[in-house]
């Protein structure tokens, strides 16, 4: 004999699915967004049209956040830095060309403590998959100057033409082994791989971990470790008619295998799913990085607290037909009751 739902059961079915974006199952991703948090500096020497592609970190009671500005001098990188988000609008946004890394292309960073040398990194895409080193996080000015990963570039992400195809570069590391993982803006999902004790040296074995539709696996990934257990997730951004949104995969180890994270086409955070106070003011949601437990090479996300993204947002009214004028400003979703990586946490 089936069971009946009691009346007061039924309703609370109808007020969640009610509650619910079209489209959305209760284990689906629920985010709200802030409004804007980082805007383009105003009123300097060099004009800025857009922030983008943030890395954070949070040290020492204080969020460091790590950006590519998109201004008339071209692409570069700055940090901003503050004790609480409430402070971010104002917070100064230091370029980092007068720093040993100078002047020149570079863009979407990465930033994290690596441990056993007790050294931060900021990894960055200059052409090539680039790096520079501080031992001190609060000194915009003390990044030393870019070093390649790869003194040959692997034959794997050439075009057919023999052009390297590769970008967003992403560093994570276990007990053992450092791997960077990137995209090529053509559907295809990379990973390279080099022992700890020798990183930042020796990467090899590179390799196409995933491949989809151009627009299915696009750019800008990140991968996390997921605290209490022993998997890890990767997001990748994806193109949509609704603007851009991140996709979600999951694997129990770095160099395995990844397979789709929650329904549909395991879509993470865009348009369907994101609601805002108001209007809203981004149109999708693109290149960012989530807000991790901690800062070192293990990049850990905890899935016991509520999940947030620092994302780049576009206003729908703001699009240019020059992609660096493109106005760019940074915010943070928070996801909103459970989710698949929520059901990943293990309290004791």
């Known amino acids: 004999m089936k069971k009946r739902l009691s009346k007061y059961a039924f309703l609370s079915l109808l007020a969640a699915i009610a509650a619910a974006p079209c489209g959305a199952k209760p284990a689906d991703f629920q985010w709200k967004s802030s409004p804007p948090l980082i805007a383009p500096p105003q009123g300097g020497a060099v004009k800025y049209y857009g922030v983008k592609d943030p890395s954070v970190v949070y ?3 204080r969020y460091h956040v790590f950006m590519t500005t998109a201004g008339e001098n071209g692409w570069g990188l700055a940090y901003t830095s503050f004790r609480d988000w409430s402070e971010a609008p104002s917070a100064p946004i230091v370029p980092l060309d007068k720093s040993p890394m100078g002047p020149g292309y570079r863009a979407a960073p990465q930033v994290f403590y690596f441990v056993p040398q007790k050294l931060w990194y900021l990894v960055y895409q200059g052409g090539d998959p680039m790096y ?4 001190n996080i609060d000194d915009p000015l003390s990044w030393s100057a870019p070093k390649p990963f790869f003194g040959v570039v692997p034959d794997v992400v050439k075009t057919p033409a023999g052009n390297p195809a590769w970008l967003d ?3 994570i590391c276990d007990d053992r082994t450092c791997y960077l993982f990137f995209t090529n803006d053509g559907g295809t999902f990379f990973r390279a791989e080099t022992d700890i004790g020798q990183f930042p040296a020796g990467f090899h074995n590179t390799t196409a971990v995933m491949a989809e539709a151009r627009d299915d696996l696009f750019e800008a990934g990140n991968t996390y470790k997921v605290a209490g257990t ?3 997730i990767t997001l990748v951004e994806a193109v ?4 851009r949104y991140f996709r979600v995969w999951k694997s129990d180890r770095l160099d395995g295998k990844w397979t789709p994270l929650g329904g549909g086409k395991n879509v993470f955070a865009g348009s369907n799913n994101v609601r805002f106070d108001g209007k809203a003011w981004s149109e ?3 290149h960012g990085e989530m807000l991790r437990a901690g800062f070192d090479q293990t990049l850990t996300i905890d899935p016991c607290q ?3 993204y620092l994302y780049q947002g576009l206003d729908p009214d703001g699009k240019v037909d020059d992609y660096i004028k493109l106005p760019y400003r940074l915010g943070i979703i928070t996801a909103q009751g459970p989710n698949p990586v929520s059901a990943m ?3 004791p």
């Open 59 to 61: 040290s020492d009671g």
């Open 132 to 135: 520079s080193t501080s031992s």
């Open 169 to 171: 570069f992403w560093v």
């Open 230 to 232: 022993d998997g890890y």
């Open 240 to 243: 949509g008619p609704k603007g």
């Open 284 to 286: 999708g949601v693109s």
């Open 306 to 308: 509520p999940l947030r």
């Open 345 to 347: 946490c293990r309290k």
